[in-house]
């Protein structure tokens, strides 16, 4: 048998006290071995066994109820161990109830209370005379959700005191359930009840007939004696001292509660001003909130509480309320000047000045934020471009030695004045432009050439954004980004209209200023003279040589590029195409002022030594296209003896290729181009050109037969193996099925050529090709015109390979090797049968079907090649 269980001891609680319904946590030992094992809890004598919640053998939670007793213990009953003990006690708190005089320092609900100073003189409101059920039956609720109700009875409603009280509505919502004898009964009652109010006022006065007798006499007896007693002529009558005395009366009564009444009167007016006050929370706390919120930057949640505000009460007449709502107007003004200050202020990205332009439109600021925003980053761009001349010309002349530099931007160092921008520009110009810089980069370059690359820096970094908001100023996407219409959309793009001329103005100005820098530092002689004190000042400068002139003509067609970029119309980018002529100009000038000094200095170099023909070396020291070709020699021998004079990644036939096209573009745009000017200005020597292009022309003849050797003779030689592989016999073969893989092979290395041909220069395509097709067609044609006989299969495939090949590679067949196809075909016996020739051109389709892809690249394309 198992051992009986110990009865339950509580042992603590906590808290120890409190009012009803206070939640306590009651602690012991053997306190139940579960939930169903818990069957009393007793706390001051109340039955507290609803509330409890059984944690463990060591815990119960519950709530204390409204007991009689103010102290008493916790008793615990459980189905093992029957009723417990305690060694603790709980007292209960019982609130004190507040009458209407005592004073309290919290609000007393007077509900309950009825004055009968300010209500005598009524009577009791008959909605409070009024039952709560009127059928006198009990109420059975549904679950018919309201929302249904409304809809079924439009306009209706389901409360018996409402005007528009329905009936139905009222029993399917409270007596859905009820039987209809227990609405029979409900009938009963109306009508009594019905009945009893039509009787009421008879039943009254039937019951209290005698009192109206006694009533009648008193007023009677009263009247009798008012008349006796003068009381209109005589002065100190009866009902003078009756008025007298209720006059004290009323006035000692005043006196006793007039502090009373006086402090009920006060707490009214401050109960009422705590619910306008909770009520209209939201507009008394709205100042403090905008603060708050622009201190945070959560200008979107102030922009929303400031229109809720205006919509509610933006027109009211309550004094306090336009007190607190001008106040919010004053904290308004002040975010609006905020914001219009960081809008305007410099540097800042795109992105900002979009987010705050659209706040200053949401709070209805004054005037065009966005034409503002224009307006200063035009100023702002303007006085960056004059800072950046003005420092380095100050650097320059050493004005201030001490100056700190700052924007280290790959070496170099850049004015105080532009420390602030962000210079890694949106357009990433990169390598394009600039090539990697040794360490004394900053000391080698001219101040020219550095002026000219920061004053790039300012404008690519600058110029884009400046563009873009006024794109987006004339699209409206300022405030729509999906572009749908609004009124500030629509007023934005009226604007921008008005105003497109002012921006073009503003463009022109800031080309105008960056092109008239460059000039003032390169070519001042370009400048007017007015112009000179503003845009030039570089007294100390270095006079540029021509390859410091062509990275300034790089860097100045990189900035135009990324300006073109934009789609910023020609006209307002000429001036900068200007600059760029005059720079070109300005750079072949120079070139060739060295070019007249070198060539003064060649006397020095004269040996006096005379060869077989008469002249000594002197006028090959100028000869330097001789020298160019003796470069493309040296190459071409390297290349052939398999020297590598690079460490490109060509291989040697592409190597082949590209002297072979510097050789052709040489003869082309150089030789003969001189050779036709020579001509037509009546030069002599042109006898000289001549023998010159005829020396690139050996060079290229040797070059494109080392090429065409080294790619049609393996070609070539995989045909015969490919025709005979697995003992092809001419004489005794299947029925032709398609054309074999030997030739597939062959065109897909035809193929193979063609693209490292059109990789390098789209036209040697053609001379190669034609001369690879040559190549093959001969040998094709020197193979058929070996074989000894044919049968009827072996013709029929032999016809249909040199039919499918010569098709293929038509574009590129010249009168060579047409003659090498057509002595191929005539060695073939004829087709006799016309199913053999329907059969053939059946084949030929599905090669040419089946190979398409691989075929395109043979026929006229306008794709320019990829140049390596």
């Known amino acids: 048998m198992s051992r009986a269980r110990q009865p339950p001891l509580v042992t603590g609680i906590s808290p120890n006290e409190g009012a009803a319904w206070t939640k306590v946590t009651i602690r012991g030992e053997n306190l139940g071995t579960g ?52 060694t603790v006690s709980f007292k209960l708190l019982k609130p004190e109830k507040i009458g209407i005089l005592d004073q309290s320092a919290v609000w007393v609900d007077e509900m309950n209370y009825y004055d009968m100073r300010t209500d005598r003189n009524k009577g009791i409101s008959p909605l409070s005379l009024r039952p709560s059920n009127p059928l006198g039956i009990e109420i059975d609720k549904g679950k018919i959700p309201q929302k249904d109700m409304e809809l079924t009875f439009p306009g209706m409603s389901g409360d018996f005191t409402s005007e528009n009280f329905s009936a139905t509505w009222y029993l399917i919502e409270n007596h859905s359930g009820t039987s209809f004898e227990q609405l029979r009964t409900a009938a009963s009652n109306l009508k009594k009840q019905a009945t009893k109010k039509n009787e009421g006022s008879l039943a009254y006065v ?34 003078q001292r009756l008025e007298n005395i209720l006059n004290r009366a009323s006035d000692t009564a005043d006196t006793l509660f007039q502090e009373v009444l006086g402090r009920k009167d006060k707490a009214d007016s401050t109960r009422n001003a705590l619910n306008v006050l909770q009520r209209f929370k939201f507009l008394f706390n709205l100042p403090l909130y905008i603060e708050r919120n622009i201190q945070k930057g959560d200008y979107d949640v102030v922009i929303n509480d400031y229109e809720k505000a205006k919509s509610l009460f933006g027109n009211t007449e309550v004094p306090v309320f336009k007190k607190v709502y001008a106040e919010v107007e004053t904290r308004i003004g002040a975010l609006r000047s905020l914001l219009l200050e960081k809008l305007l202020q410099t540097p800042s990205t795109l992105h900002d000045q979009k987010r705050y332009i659209r706040y200053l439109s949401d709070l209805h600021a004054p005037g065009d934020p966005a034409w503002q925003c224009i307006y200063a980053q035009h100023k702002w761009i ?24 700052t924007l280290d931007l790959e070496g170099d160092i850049r004015p105080l004045g532009l420390s602030r921008l962000s210079h890694t520009a949106s357009l990433k110009r ?13 000391f080698e370059t001219p101040q020219q050439v550095q002026f000219v690359e920061k004053l790039s820096d300012v404008v690519i970094s600058q110029l884009p954004n400046f563009w873009k908001l006024w794109i987006s100023y004339v699209n409206g996407s300022l405030f729509s980004e999906t572009g749908e219409k609004s009124g500030q959309v629509e007023k934005s793009k009226k604007n921008a209209r008005q105003r497109q001329n002012d921006f073009k103005k503003m463009i022109e100005e800031l080309t105008h200023r960056l092109v008239k820098l460059v000039r003032g ?87 006096w030594v005379v060869d077989n023909e008469g002249i000594t070396t002197l006028p090959y020291l100028h000869a330097f296209v001789q020298v160019f070709i003796n470069c493309l020699e040296h190459l071409m021998t390297g290349c052939l003896s398999g020297c590598v004079f690079c460490v490109h990644v060509c291989t040697f036939e592409q190597r082949l290729l590209i002297i072979l096209s510097n050789c052709q573009y040489l003869e082309r745009h150089t030789f003969l181009n001189l050779a036709d000017h020579f001509e037509k200005h ?137 003659a090498s196809f057509k002595l191929a075909l005539d060695a073939l016996p004829q087709l006799q049968s016309g199913a053999d020739k329907k059969l053939l051109e059946e084949l030929l389709n599905t090669f040419k079907s089946s190979m398409q892809l691989q075929l395109t690249c043979f026929q006229p394309s306008s794709v320019q090649p990829v140049k390596r």
């Open 521 to 607: 530092a390169l070519l001042p002689a370009t400048l007017p003279q007015g112009e000179l004190s503003l845009y030039g000042g570089w007294e100390n400068k270095t006079e540029l040589t021509a390859p410091w002139l062509t990275q300034v003509i790089h860097i100045v067609r990189g900035f135009h590029e990324a300006l073109a970029a934009l789609e910023i119309p020609n006209d307002l980018l000429q001036v900068i195409q200007d600059l760029l002529l005059d720079l070109r100009v300005h750079c072949l000038m120079v070139t060739l002022l060295h070019t007249t000094e070198d060539v003064k200095r060649l006397a020095e170099k004269e040996d």
């Open 430 to 442: 990169g390598g394009s432009l600039r090539t990697p810089r040794p360490s004394t980069w900053r």
């Open 206 to 239: 039937k019951g209290g007939l005698s009192t109206f007798f006694e009533a009648q006499d008193a007023l009677a007896a009263i009247h009798q004696r008012l008349e006796s007693d003068g009381t209109e002529r005589v002065e100190g009558s009866m009902t």
């Open 682 to 818: 009546g030069f002599m020597g042109t006898e000289k050109i001549t023998r010159v292009s005829e020396a690139v022309r050996q060079l290229d003849r040797k070059l494109f037969d080392a090429y065409i050797e080294r790619r049609a003779d393996p070609i070539a030689g995989s045909l015969e193996p490919g025709i005979y592989a697995g003992y092809f016999d001419w004489r005794d073969c299947q029925s032709p099925t398609g054309v074999r893989n030997y030739l597939k092979e062959a065109l897909v290395s035809i193929i193979t050529v063609h693209a490292e041909v059109f990789t390098v220069s789209k036209e040697l395509v053609p001379r190669v090709l034609s001369k690879i097709v040559e190549s093959v067609a001969d040998e094709m044609s020197r193979l058929m015109q070996c074989v000894s006989s044919f049968s009827k299969n072996g013709a029929l495939q032999a016809r249909l390979e040199l039919c499918a090949l010569r098709d293929a590679i038509a574009p590129y067949l010249n009168s060579e090797s047409n």
């Open 382 to 405: 303007l006085q960056l471009m004059q800072n950046c001349r003005d420092e380095f010309i100050s650097d320059q002349r050493g004005d201030n030695p001490h100056k700190p530099h």
């Open 35 to 86: 939930p169903a094992d818990l069957i009393g809890l007793l706390i001051c004598g109340h039955n507290c066994l609803l509330t409890a919640e059984w944690m463990s053998a060591s815990k119960i939670v519950c709530r204390v109820g409204p007991a009689k007793d103010d102290k008493g213990e916790i008793i615990v009953t459980t189905k093992s161990g029957g009723n417990g003990t305690s």
